[in-house]
């Protein structure tokens, strides 16, 4: 198994952005296809986006048009451009394989203010 550091979270207002970035241990990184989850106080964690290693990528409807995943395999590198964020958005974000998950990292929290 890899592991997966989680970066770039913070505060911020309703209508704000923030990029967060996941950095993966290993040689395999390329050919896995990886997703961002979250998971919000007292509620399941969930796949919010997802990019296969050829770059076709889905979203979960709630961020839909306001997220942007991406991947940067010569750097090991998954990112999550976010956009008109909301106080709905709140929560800690994971990186992961996006089907049969590996041991979850640390997660970075976002918090949007209202």
């Known amino acids: 198994q890899g592991q997966f550091v989680e970066s770039g979270g913070g505060l911020v207002q309703s209508g704000g952005s923030l990029r967060l970035s996941c950095v993966a241990s290993g040689s395999i990184f390329g050919a896995l296809a990886m997703g961002w989850f979250r998971q919000a106080p007292g509620k399941q964690r969930e796949l919010v986006a997802g990019i296969i290693p050829g770059g076709i990528t889905d979203y979960a409807d709630s961020v839909k048009g306001r997220f942007t995943i991406s991947r940067d395999n010569a750097k090991n590198t998954m990112y999550l451009q976010m956009n008109s964020l909301k106080p709905e958005d709140t929560a800690v974000y994971y990186c992961?394989?996006?089907?049969?998950?590996?041991?979850w990292g640390q997660g970075t929290q976002v918090t949007v203010s209202s």
């Open positions: 992961n394989r996006k089907r049969r998950t590996w041991a």
